[in-house]
């Protein structure tokens, strides 16, 4: 007399099974951090064209910001692309962003002319106002 049994999953199949949640856990962190890095990377270009700082001021801008606020970076980067498109920048974000700015040694208006290579004509534009 045989009886069927329901197969049970091997002590290997657990693990496999562990394994691939795991897998599962980083690739969604790392979709996550690619996505994060690019918005970074958008808002120092939005600060490169507004102020005319370098790249490393840039993310140096957002990193104090950041801290200052107590907002995770890719959060602080998020505004300055909002308000491309228009939307206002949060209250503490806007006055800290221009503070950043204003403290931040490496303005490309305090080099000389020698140093900027290409001369953007205009005043840098404050996060207050409208484009």
Sequence with gaps: ?????????????RR?????AGLEQENAQLQHAV?????????IGILLATHRIPPTAGFEVLREVSQRTNV????????????????PLPEPVGQELDSA????????DALSQAEQGLKCSG?????GGRR
């Design 123 to 127: 005043p840098a534009r404050r996060w």
């Design 101 to 108: 700015v204003q403290r931040h040694p490496y303005r490309v």
């Design 1 to 13: 007399m045989t009886t069927s049994r329901a197969q049970r999953p091997s002590p290997g199949a």
């Design 72 to 87: 995770k970076l890719h959060t602080i980067a998020e505004a300055p692309i909002g308000w491309t498109w228009g939307q």
């Design 35 to 43: 996505g994060a890095h690019a918005t970074v990377d958008q808002a």
């Design 16 to 20: 496999d099974d562990a394994t691939i």
